[in-house]
């Protein structure tokens, strides 16, 4: 049925570049600006004029039509206007031809053929061109790159039209450009599309849009999720040196600025270039992942692989948790247990293989002799460089499943490695001639206060393999000229150790071995008394040894008085000699005290006294003995200044006539109680009800009765008798 002119509103013609009839079919589109239900023309025959219907004509007969071809990349779109009366004639040119659908196109729905009355505006539609470019940013100031942006025209009702669509560049900029009808100014609005492909609006509304606008907007991270800082550093990693694992290989030196080099032509933080080239030098031989150990430097832990090995799993763990949760790497639970458990790994073998400075030997080394189980070795180191000093270690190191006796030998051999600096040979040596860690006091019975005795030692352990084995046996922090350098300074440090781990088990057998000589009767029974008095407690010059006999008399042996006496002796001058060496020397010089040292004048002590002693010894004993009897005689000093400031009357205290205090007891101290009761002619008054004494006042004025107060010099120490506790003045033992 044919169309009347009259009702034709646009005739189309879809052109090809040399603006022949483009032939085939196209579908059309209709959106109307303001409002009304769109219309759509299918599969319309391109070879000739296509006229259509239906469409409202002005003042509302404004569209934004779409043509699409078949074969074209995308459809053609603009703004056409449907005039009151007749009807507009529109050209659209594609560059691409589009192939015929069929050798007879079907007539679309709503077109029809005619050649109508061309009106004076129908030749081609006249609009205007717009254009609008700007630049977009996410809102945590990275350039939003690749971000799909739609212009769309702001129609009343909500009915909003898209216009033009694009992707901004790797710096984020965009732009747009569109026709709109002449005579109308544009509204318009930017929005851009998600991950899940819904639009999110970044600018406000802009009325009356002009020809040419600049907008710069901000666009939510949450439409473009960035991507993991690691992913993001390797894909330009890739792009300038052919992949992150290459980092690897990178130096920082004068000749060489790889980093410097990478910073300025990625502009990625020379930080982070260096955190990451140590992740690819450390990924091989730790058996952990770049992006793994990359976030683990990132979040803060060591880059050293020692002390990296010291840190809990459960740190890590969190510290890969936080990684992923600031974008740093993405890693999902399976990931995360993977990387835990390769930690684990590393950690093991890394402690294990660890050597303290200095020393020769391992850890694995050390263990080896006493756990020889590869699992319960693991956990055992991972327990004890997390917490060494915790107070239930051995209580947590039962809970790995280690058997009683082998605990017992791990406290053996830790107390005899720390003897010997890590020494595993020797510390297996030592275990064998204590036996138990309650029988470690052995050493002193077994000579080990000697340098002689370690150096047999060490020389038995040696065997045939001569200096060079010996070598290996000495730590490396001893250093010498010579193997037998290192093997007196090794030896004698050790017997050091030992004497100052056991005074009191060392000087008995000093005593046994008559080193330090005393009578055969006297010798025996001091010997006995100090080896039953050490398990006691006892420890030679440091425990007050009056106080020590009175409390624990019933459990030692007995003591006649010459014993008692050779003992103090003993006890006296061990308190003022730094080395056994001195206390042999004080002994046969015939001191017994702190006493007769000091009663020496420095110089003639060491005139008479200074051979007899080791180098620089004689001065240091002289100097502790003039000590330790000056503070002795201050002590006695400070009780008797202390009675005497206790019987001063307070200031503005009132006095009765005849100038006596009233009577009243003194608020003494049991010391100063104990010197009173010694002073001459105080005793009885003490015992008294109370004791009168002369106010400070009055104290130099004669008495009726003749008394006066007695001197400062009557009150002080030498009216009284020598304390039996004593508080020594010790020097460090070498």
Not at 91 to 101: I, L, T, Y
Not at 326 to 333: C, E, H, P, R, T
Not at 676 to 693: K, M, N, T
Request: glycine letters at 6%; charged letters at 20%; a positive charge.
């Amino acid at each position: 049925m044919a169309v009347s002119q009259s009702d034709i509103t646009l005739r189309i013609r879809v052109l090809n570049p040399q603006r022949q009839p483009l032939g085939g079919t196209v579908d059309i589109e209709f959106k109307p600006e303001v409002s009304g239900p769109p219309v759509t023309i299918k599969a319309a025959d391109a070879s000739k004029d296509i006229d259509v219907t239906g469409l409202q004509r002005s003042p509302a007969g404004v569209y934004q039509m779409i043509v699409t071809a078949g074969d074209t990349a995308k459809p053609a779109s603009q703004f056409v206007t449907i005039p009151a009366t007749g009807f507009n004639t529109v050209e659209v040119v594609f560059d691409k031809p589009a192939a015929a659908r069929a050798d007879t196109a079907p007539a679309a729905t709503t077109t029809a053929a005619g050649t109508g009355t061309v009106t004076s505006a129908a030749v081609v539609i006249t609009n205007n061109k717009y254009t609008i470019q700007g630049t977009l940013t996410f809102d945590n100031g990275l350039p939003a790159t690749g971000i799909t942006t739609r212009l769309s025209s702001v129609v009343y009702g909500g009915n909003d039209v898209k216009l033009q669509e694009t992707k901004s560049d790797a710096q984020g900029k965009y732009s747009l450009s569109y026709v709109y009808r002449k005579g109308a100014s544009p509204s318009i609005q930017i929005r851009v599309v998600d991950s899940t492909n819904k639009e999110v609006t970044i600018s406000t509304a802009k009325f009356n849009a002009q020809t040419s606008e600049t907008l710069n907007l901000v666009v939510p991270s949450s439409v473009q999720p960035l991507q993991p800082e690691y992913q993001r550093l390797a894909s330009d990693m890739q792009k300038s040196i052919g992949g992150i694992a290459n980092l690897a290989q990178a130096q920082e030196t004068s000749t060489q600025q790889d980093l410097t080099l990478l910073n300025q032509s990625t502009n990625w933080d020379a930080r982070l270039i260096a955190l990451a080239s140590k992740a690819a030098q450390q990924s091989k031989n730790s058996g952990l992942g770049q992006d793994v150990l990359y976030a683990l430097y990132r979040t803060g832990l060591p880059t050293d692989p020692s002390q990296l090995a010291m840190v809990p799993v459960s740190a890590v763990k969190t510290a890969l948790s936080r990684a992923t949760q600031a974008g740093i790497v993405s890693l999902n639970d399976q990931q995360m247990t993977a990387a835990t458990s390769a930690f684990q790994t590393f950690s093991t073998n890394t402690l294990l293989a660890l050597k303290t400075l200095g020393a020769s030997y391992s850890f694995k080394d050390l263990l080896n002799t006493t756990l020889a189980n590869s699992p319960q070795q693991g956990a055992f180191a991972s327990l004890y460089f997390s917490n060494p000093n915790a107070s239930d270690f051995w209580t947590q190191a039962a809970n790995l499943k280690i058997d009683s006796h082998t605990l017992d030998n791990l406290k053996l051999q830790g107390k005899f490695l720390y003897l010997t600096f890590n020494n595993a040979p020797l510390a297996q040596e030592l275990q064998r001639v204590a036996g138990s860690p309650a029988n470690i006091s052995r050493l002193a019975e077994k000579d080990f206060d000697t340098i002689a005795t370690w150096k047999n030692t060490l020389n038995t352990l040696a065997g045939t393999g001569g200096d060079q084995t010996l070598q290996t046996l000495i730590p490396a922090i001893y250093t010498g000229n010579t193997t037998a350098d290192r093997l007196a300074a090794y030896s004698g440090d050790l017997s050091r150790k030992v004497r100052m781990g056991f005074p009191t088990q060392v000087t008995a057998r000093m005593i046994e071995r008559k080193d330090i000589k005393l009578s055969d009767k006297t010798a025996a029974n001091v010997t006995q008394f100090l080896r039953a008095a050490a398990p006691l407690g006892y420890d030679l010059g440091r425990t007050p040894l009056n106080a020590f006999i009175n409390a624990s008399g019933k459990s030692l042996p007995a003591l006649d008085a010459d014993s008692t006496q050779s003992l103090k002796t003993i006890h006296r001058l061990y308190q003022v000699t730094p080395s056994s060496e001195s206390l042999q020397a004080a002994v046969k010089a015939g001191f017994t005290s702190a006493r007769d040292i000091a009663s020496y004048k420095e110089e003639e002590f060491m005139a008479k006294f200074g051979t007899a002693f080791p180098p620089g010894e004689a001065h240091s004993s002289c100097l502790a003995a003039a000590n330790l009897r000056r503070l002795r005689n201050r002590r006695r000093s400070s009780a008797g200044e202390e009675l005497h400031r206790a019987a001063i009357p307070k200031h503005g205290q009132p006095f009765r006539q005849h100038g006596l205090l009233p009577v009243r007891r003194l608020p003494l101290s049991v010391k100063s109680r104990r010197l009173l009761r010694r002073c001459h002619g105080v005793s009885q008054q003490f015992s008294g009800e109370s004791i009168r004494l002369h106010s400070a006042r009055h104290s130099a004025r004669q008495r009726p009765n003749g008394h006066r107060p007695p001197s400062r010099s009557r009150r002080s120490a030498p009216h009284l008798r020598e304390h039996q506790h004593r508080d020594a003045v010790y020097r460090p033992r070498q």
